[in-house]
């Protein structure tokens, strides 16, 4: 199997996208007898580096770095002039006009993103519904059950979505160092018990919930740890005597400051999936749960296909300080139930390294591309309403917020809040 994988950002590159596609993309490579990577770079950086760290040789893009709609129109257009391209059995892609370029050009792919499009820009719907259907079309692999379920719902055939989860690196939590050990190898002398949050720090993470929980918790200490600087999330901390920002860090100190906390939290908000679709199913939830250190979270739907409340995790009410708090107090009381909780989740977490999710990939690409069946859509009239009614949704939604997102209807949010909130 040869396989062109093509990704439309800059590298090298922290974003989380660019660490999943790239990372994916470094142990599918080991698996499959030829690979590339077509990347638009900046001028200062050479193949090389960026070759060793996909695992694989890199093209250089003919595309502009800016403006970013141009780079991708530039990347999806420039890649039929190389020769790889070509050669390959397939092109591997994030991007969905990378993904219809391909196909109008008569080659396979596959498609690998995070984002229910269809709900999100639901203007796009039988486009999305025309693509994925096509025969050259191989596989959606998406990172949650609750973006396949999006898909599901234009009638799709469900060979062509197929939910793989995103990993995470072992190599990060193989430091010697225990909890104390770790606290001092990355300053924190505070006895008190630590809460740490590792990510982008700004209002799209939910961050802005953690603020006021830390004024109500004032026993803990909170450690955030990715600022890039002074924004929002930085001036509201600002004073607080118990939350302490650190700045973005490499990935070795990252391990050690996973290591060094009694809780690791992700913002228990409903505002990353729904009000920003920027987050389905946060990346670090797979390295929390590796970690084997008690975890609090949200009780949302993407969440709760890998955590569990009382059982991997404790999950609270969403958007609410006031339960993020008594949450996190119930956690720091009973360590005897939170270090089951994690213990469980460190055992579940064992088949969800990065080497086990391109595995999955290798197996699902090779059976569609041996299949020889022709699965048919079912876009019919139920789906041609829900598409102009949401269509409209939409179009209102972006004249009054300028924000191409739309979120859920009032009526999906609270079905999908449901009964198993906690009211902590």
């Known amino acids: 199997m040869k396989v ?17 596609f790239v990372t994916t993309a470094n142990y599918v490579a080991r698996l499959v007898s030829a690979s590339w990577l077509h990347v638009p770079l900046p001028e200062a950086t050479g193949t090389a580096a960026i070759a060793r760290l996909a695992g694989m040789p890199v093209i250089r893009a003919q595309a502009p770095l800016r403006p970013a709609v141009l780079r991708h129109l530039a990347c999806g257009l420039t890649m039929l002039l190389r020769r790889q391209y ?65 898909y599901l719902e234009l009638g799709i055939p469900a060979e062509k979505l197929r939910c793989v989860r995103n990993g995470f690196e072992p190599e990060r939590l193989r430091s010697p160092l225990d909890r104390d050990a770790a606290r001092l190898a990355v300053g924190l002398t505070d006895p008190r018990k630590t809460v740490i949050y590792t990510g982008r720090l ?110 991997t995790a404790y999950l609270c009410r969403p958007d609410d300080p006031q339960a993020l708090a008594a949450g ?17 989740a460190q055992l579940e977490s064992r088949d969800l390294t990065w080497d086990a999710r391109a595995r999955r ?38 004249l009054r917020t300028r924000s191409w997102v739309l979120p859920p209807s009032r009526t999906a949010a609270a079905t999908t809040a449901g009964p198993g909130v906690r009211d902590a």
């Not at 996190?328 to 469980?344: G, H, K, Q, S, V």
């Not at 699965?375 to 209102?396: F, K, M, P």
């Open 4 to 20: 062109f994988f093509t990704f439309e950002n800059p590298l090298p590159n922290t974003a989380a996208d660019a660490e999943v």
């Open 86 to 150: 070509w050669q390959a059995d397939l092109v591997y892609t994030r991007n969905l006009w990378v993904a219809w370029i391909a196909i109008r050009s008569g080659r396979k792919i596959v498609f690998d993103h995070y984002r229910p499009w269809p709900d999100q820009i639901p203007l796009l719907r039988y486009w999305l519904y025309r693509l994925v259907c096509h025969r050259n079309f191989l596989v959606n692999i998406c990172h949650s059950d609750y973006t396949r379920e999006k």
């Open 202 to 311: 700004n209002h799209k993470k939910g961050l802005d919930l953690v603020i006021p929980a830390a004024r109500l918790a004032p026993e803990l200490l909170f450690v955030l740890v990715g600022s890039a600087g002074e924004g929002p999330i930085e001036t509201m901390a600002a004073g607080i005597e118990n939350i302490r920002i650190v700045g973005w860090q490499p990935p070795d100190m990252l391990g050690l400051y996973v290591r060094a906390a009694d809780i690791l939290l992700i913002p228990p908000s409903w505002n990353p999936l729904a009000k920003f679709g920027s987050t389905v199913l946060p990346l670090k939830v797979f390295l929390y749960m590796a970690s084997g250190t008690p975890i609090l979270a949200g009780d949302t739907p993407d969440i709760r296909e890998v955590l569990t409340h009382d059982r």
């Open 328 to 344: 996190l107090r119930a956690l720091a009381a009973d360590p005897e139930a939170a270090a089951r909780r994690a213990e469980m």
């Open 361 to 398: 990939i290798v197996d699902i690409i090779a059976g569609r591309l041996n299949s020889t069946q022709a699965e048919r859509g079912t876009w019919g009239r139920a789906e041609s309403r829900v598409w102009i009614s949401q269509s409209w949704r939409w179009l209102l939604h972006l």
